[in-house]
C-alpha cells in the first residue's frame, strides 16, 4: 500500500502542470514547495537535534539579497556575474551564514535560544532595511527573474514548478536518507542526551555548528526559489512576520519528519489563497491563528501525528473484524 500510494503521489505531481490550472501551477503549487524546503530548513533542526530557531529566514534571506545583487535587476543596484555564478555564491554565503548564527548561539537552548535568533533575525532586518546604498533599504530589490536555462525559459510555470518539485524532493530525500547514517545518529543523541554525548567523547559543539550550517544549505536553496517566485527580495521577506509565519508552519505540519514541513506549508498555502472566502483577507491572521490551535491541541505532532494516529485506528479496526474464510461460507 505504501509502494502503491508513493508511485501514485509521484504519477499525480508530474503530471500535475498538464491538467492544472495555471493559478494553481504557478501560485499555489510552486508557492506551496519553495515555502515547504524554507520549513524543512526549521524541521532539520528540531527533529534532528532538538533546535527551534527563529533567524532560518534571516539565513534565507541572506541568500535572496546576494542573489539579487550579483543578479540582472530593475533597482539599478549590485553588478552581474551570471546566473550559475550569483547562485552558487548566494547558497554558499546562507550556508556560512547558517554557520555564523550556530557559532552565535553556541551556548544557548531552549527559550534562550528562539531569543537570541529572534535578535539576530531584527538585527539582519534593520541592517538591509537602513542601507540605501547597497540593499535599497525598505523598497528591496527588484526584477530579479529566474534564468532562461538553453530553450527552457524557467520563468514559465511548468518548467518553474519541475524545478521546485525536483529541488524539494532531493532536499527531502536528503535529509530523510542523512537520518539512516552515523551522522544521523549523532544528531539524535545530540537531541536526547548531549551532556551524557560530550562525556562518551564526541565534539559536541563541531556536531552542533554542522547542524546549523546544513540548516543554512537548505534555507539557502528555499531562498533562492522564493527570490525567483517573486521577482523581488525587500526586508519584509526576513522581519519577525516571516520567522514566526516559517515556525507556525513548521508546527502544523509537525517537527519529527521532514514531509511535514511540506503538508504545514500546504495548510497554509491554501489558507493564504482562500481566507477571503471564509472570512476576509484581512483576517488571515486570525484563520490561520484558530488553525494553528486547533491542529495543536488535537495532535503534539501537528498534521503528522493526526495521519499516523488515524492510520494507528484503521489498522487496529482491521485486525479486530471478524475474518470470514472459506470454510465459514460452506459451514
Known amino acids: ?4 500510494a508513493v508511485a501514485l503521489a509521484a504519477l499525480a505531481a508530474l503530471s500535475f ?7 494553481w501551477v504557478a501560485t499555489v503549487v510552486c508557492r506551496m514547495l519553495i515555502l515547504g524546503v524554507l520549513a524543512l530548513s526549521l524541521t532539520f533542526l528540531a527533529s534532528f537535534m532538538g533546535l527551534v530557531s527563529f533567524a532560518q529566514m534571516a539565513v534565507a534571506g541572506s541568500a535572496a539579497y546576494t542573489l539579487a545583487l550579483l543578479s540582472a535587476n530593475t533597482s539599478g543596484v549590485g553588478v552581474e556575474i551570471g ?5 552558487l555564491a548566494a547558497i554558499a554565503l546562507a550556508t556560512f551564514t547558517g554557520f555564523v548564527f550556530g557559532a552565535i548561539s553556541i551556548k544557548s537552548s531552549g527559550i534562550y535560544l528562539l531569543m537570541i535568533t529572534l535578535a539576530i533575525s531584527v538585527c539582519m ?11 535599497n533599504g525598505f523598497d528591496g530589490i527588484n526584477g530579479i527573474r529566474a534564468p532562461t536555462v538553453g530553450s527552457t525559459n ?43 554525548l560530550n562525556a562518551l567523547g564526541f565534539n559536541t559543539v563541531a556536531l552542533r555548528l554542522l547542524g546549523f550550517t546544513l540548516a543554512g544549505f537548505i534555507a539557502g536553496i528555499g531562498g533562492v526559489l522564493n527570490t525567483w517566485y517573486n521577482g ?31 503538508l504545514g506549508a500546504m ?14 483577507r484581512e483576517r488571515f491572521n486570525l484563520v490561520i491563528g484558530i488553525t494553528f490551535m486547533l491542529i495543536v491541541s488535537v495532535s503534539r505532532d501537528g498534521l503528522l501525528g493526526i495521519v499516523r494516529d488515524a492510520s494507528q485506528f484503521f489498522r487496529k479496526s482491521l485486525s479486530r473484524a471478524p475474518r470470514v474464510t472459506l470454510e465459514k461460507v460452506t459451514r
Open 83 to 87: 546566473w550559475p555564478l550569483a547562485v
Open 267 to 280: 495548510v497554509y498555502v491554501l489558507l493564504e489563497n482562500f481566507a477571503a472566502e471564509l472570512i476576509s
Open 1 to 4: 500500500m505504501k509502494r502503491a
Open 154 to 196: 524557467l520563468r514559465a510555470p511548468t518548467p518553474f514548478y519541475f524545478l521546485c518539485l525536483a529541488v524539494a524532493v532531493a532536499l527531502a530525500g536528503l535529509v530523510a536518507y542523512l537520518e539512516s547514517t552515523p551522522a544521523g545518529s549523532l544528531f539524535h543523541a545530540y537531541r536526547n542526551a548531549p551532556l551524557r
Open 125 to 135: 532586518f534593520y541592517f538591509v532595511s537602513q542601507n540605501t546604498a547597497v540593499f
Open 17 to 23: 502542470p498538464f491538467w492544472a490550472s495555471e493559478f
Open 232 to 262: 523581488q527580495v525587500s526586508p519584509s521577506s526576513i522581519d519577525v512576520h516571516a520567522a514566526v509565519q516559517l515556525l507556525v508552519v513548521a508546527v502544523i505540519g509537525g517537527m519529527k519528519r521532514p514531509v511535514g514541513a511540506f
